[in-house]
């Protein structure tokens, strides 16, 4: 026997844990949930089958007013005390979620969810009976070594909605989803769709939205999601700002359409079918957007609708927004590159004769620039759907018709073409016969013309096929097709200055028996370019341009988006390249001039036919021409143009004849040339100017 101290001690302890327990399972019944502290049943349940002897009857402490009900699966028949004080009508899925008809469960009795590893129930139906220590012989009876979760009323009060899970349940299901140790409430209530005022957005002077007003409402927008409480879904209403503002689930993302009414009113659509019928405008979203946005922490979906705001671009300051309106989108976190695009769709739009372009403003900065970058239009009876690939401020810019008519844009396209054909043609001709027969024996001269055919072949393959790539819609093909197309334009006009330091060196006797002569020709002709182009897809200076036709028509060709990047660029670089090539056209013209006067006046028909095959010849050698293109503005603009295609539409031809005509004279003095020979004598050079470009090819080492 035990001292009396002993004893004491035994029974303070035990008293101890009866009391905690007893205070605990009290805690989880009324503590801090604000319901009424009154006894409350517990029901107990399970998510895996048992054939274990469990108590049928409801077990009643007189003490605590307490009944306990064993409602576990696999008990057959089922307990007794679920037909009477109990209500046992809960659904145990197999993956573990547990659904609860309704709150009216939950309002009479806790739940006690059972973890059941090691249970010992050799003592249910006796010692659980003894009036004396009923909580701790639960306890002890359950001796689970594993935690049991117990949910009352209180649990559910501030449960989310979740779509996903209440599938195909009704409103009044409560789930509670069983993850380990994770337990999450989720109530099956549709939500009812909630309006958050925030403050009206900034205006200017004028009256007119800002861009740094818009910009710092979207950004807002994450802050504004913790007022959406158990709700999903939510009216945004900032003055007339307009806009929706809804979570996205963390998972089984999907699509989304959002409709806009013409209040500007939007709601999520389930279905689209008609929506055109009673929207004013409809947004779609992807799977892949929302999936992007969730991966990198982004959690909601915010559009906006910005009325009242103005188009400030400098270089386009006769187009306006369609319905002065903006979009601005956001869902937490950077989105681009998608390969499914977000489609903006415009549901009957009146152009009133002007041209429509989808554009899209970064929102890095303050500045106005309103880009292609990433936006496809398209255009289907009457209706205007901006296909994007990315997420900022999106509008429709309305742009009066071009300053060219659709006869004179028709004509030129049919001159740009053929005559791109032929200068391919004659381009390639004249490359098939340098590489297949003159190769061998070509001079420092030749290598460098044959330079230039390479980059003019390309330049003209590539401008025959860029409106084909743009018309595709791809915008990485576009990208690429616009390099292409710059860098052979850039590396023809270095060739152009090429073919003048060359011209010059030999006019001026210069020595060009300088070590790797050709191949430091080679890489200032072709690597200028190259860093001028790689520059620019580093800036992503390069899309679809759209180009306007007075009767509401359009063009699409892949370039430069940017006009200040065009006009710093390609005009700066060929201003360079054209003010040595004058120079040394007028210098090498004085030259043809001078020789004119030296021959004989029986010769006087053939020199003036000389010089002027000369002259032309030397145009298009140094590419003067190009001046018409870049240089022209105001009323000769229009003929600038057609000036600039047709004789760009034979430099291939006269190109391919001067070739000819040189290697045609590289043989005949092949032939006449004797060992001894050294030097070129006057008499030669004067007689081989009957070459439509004698001056040059004589002097040609």
């Known amino acids: 026997m035990l001292p009396v101290d002993v004893r004491c001690r035994w029974m303070f302890v035990v008293k101890t844990v009866i009391l905690c327990y007893a205070l605990f399972l009290k805690n989880n019944i009324c503590g801090d949930r604000n319901e009424t502290c009154s006894p409350k049943n517990i029901l107990f349940v399970s998510t895996k089958e048992f054939n274990d002897t469990f108590p049928s009857e409801a077990l009643y402490d007189e003490v605590s007013g307490i009944k306990l009900c064993f409602g576990v699966q696999g008990l057959k028949p089922p307990a007794n005390c679920c037909r009477t004080d109990f209500n046992c009508s809960i ?41 004396t220590g009923f909580l701790l012989n639960i306890d002890n009876c359950l001796n689970t070594g594993n935690k049991s979760v117990r949910f009352s009323q209180g649990d559910f009060k501030e449960s989310p909605y979740n779509e996903h ?50 910009k710092e409402t979207m950004n807002t927008l994450s802050s504004v999601l913790k007022l959406l409480g158990n709700s999903r879904t939510a009216a945004i209403s900032a003055g007339n700002v307009k806009g929706l503002l809804t979570k996205l689930p963390p998972q089984n993302n999907g699509s989304i359409t959002v409709g806009v009414t013409a209040s500007h009113d939007m709601t999520i659509l389930k279905n ?16 892949e957007a929302s999936h992007m946005a969730v991966e990198r922490n982004g959690s909601f979906l915010g559009i906006l609708h910005f009325p009242g705001m103005y188009q400030s671009q400098q270089n386009d300051s006769n187009s306006s927004f369609f319905n002065n309106e903006v979009l601005g989108i956001e ?47 398209k255009e289907t009876s009457g209706s205007i759907i901006c296909q994007c690939s990315h997420l900022t401020f999106f509008a429709i810019l309305l742009s009066p018709p071009g300053n060219i008519s659709s006869s004179d844009f028709k004509s030129l396209t049919y001159i740009t073409s053929v005559g791109c054909g032929l200068s391919m043609f004659f381009l390639g001709v004249a490359l098939f016969m340098h590489c297949l027969i003159r190769k ?63 011209l010059y060196c030999n006019l001026r006797q210069l020595h060009t028996d300088i070590k790797h002569y050709i191949t430091k020709i080679c890489i200032a002709g072709w690597v200028p370019p190259a860093v001028v182009v790689v ?34 660029v390609n005009i700066g670089y060929y201003a360079g390249v054209f003010m040595f090539t004058l120079v040394i056209f007028i210098i090498t013209v004085r030259q043809i001039v001078l020789m004119t006067h030296t021959a004989e006046k029986s010769q006087s028909n053939t020199s003036i036919k000389t010089k002027s095959f000369s002259i032309m010849g030397l145009l298009f050698l140094l590419g003067i021409t190009w001046a018409f293109a870049f240089f ?49 004598t006057t008499t030669n050079t004067v007689t081989s100017s009957t070459n439509p470009y004698g001056v040059y090819t004589v002097h040609a080492k």
């Open 91 to 131: 659904d145990i899925k197999p993956n573990g979620n547990i659904i609860i008809p309704d709150k009216e469960i939950v309002s009479k009795q806790d739940i006690v969810l059972m973890e059941v590893r090691d249970l010992n129930f050799s003592c249910m139906p006796s010692t659980v009976y003894r009036k």
């Open 165 to 214: 899970l209440c599938q195909g349940l009704a409103e009044t299901n409560y789930v509670i989803q069983n993850k380990g140790e994770e337990k999450k409430f989720v109530s099956c209530q549709v939500p009812q769709e909630k309006t958050i005022h925030l403050p009206p957005v900034e205006r200017d002077d004028d009256g007119r939205i800002s861009l740094k007003s818009a």
């Open 272 to 287: 689209t079918v008609d929506s055109e019928l009673n929207f004013y405008q409809l947004v779609y979203f992807p799977k």
């Open 331 to 377: 869902m937490g976190t950077e989105i681009s590159n998608l390969s499914e695009t977000i489609d903006i769709h415009y549901i009957n739009v009146n152009k009133n004769g002007k041209i429509a372009s989808c554009r899209s403003w970064d929102g890095k900065t303050n500045t106005s620039i309103w880009v292609t970058d990433g936006c496809q239009t």
């Open 440 to 502: 061998g024996k070509a001079s420092h001269a030749t290598k460098i013309l044959m330079n230039l055919f390479v980059a003019m072949f390309t330049l003209n393959l590539s401008f025959l096929v860029n409106e084909s790539i743009a018309n595709l819609g791809n915008d990485g093909a576009c990208v690429a097709m616009a390099a292409v197309m710059h860098y052979a334009m850039l590396a023809t006009f270095s060739w152009f200055f090429m073919e003048a330091l060359h």
């Open 535 to 568: 520059t620019l897809l580093a800036l992503k200076k390069y899309s679809s341009l759209v180009i306007s036709i007075d009767d509401g028509t359009s063009a699409k060709m892949c370039w430069i988006s940017d006009p200040d990047v065009h006009q710093g």
């Open 632 to 680: 022209s503005h105001g009323p000769l603009l229009l003929a600038s143009y057609y000036i600039f295609t047709i004789l760009n539409s034979f430099q291939g031809f006269f190109l391919f004849i001067y070739y000819y005509k040189s290697s045609k004279m590289i043989v005949k003095k092949d032939k006449n040339i004797t060992v001894s020979s050294t030097n070129i």
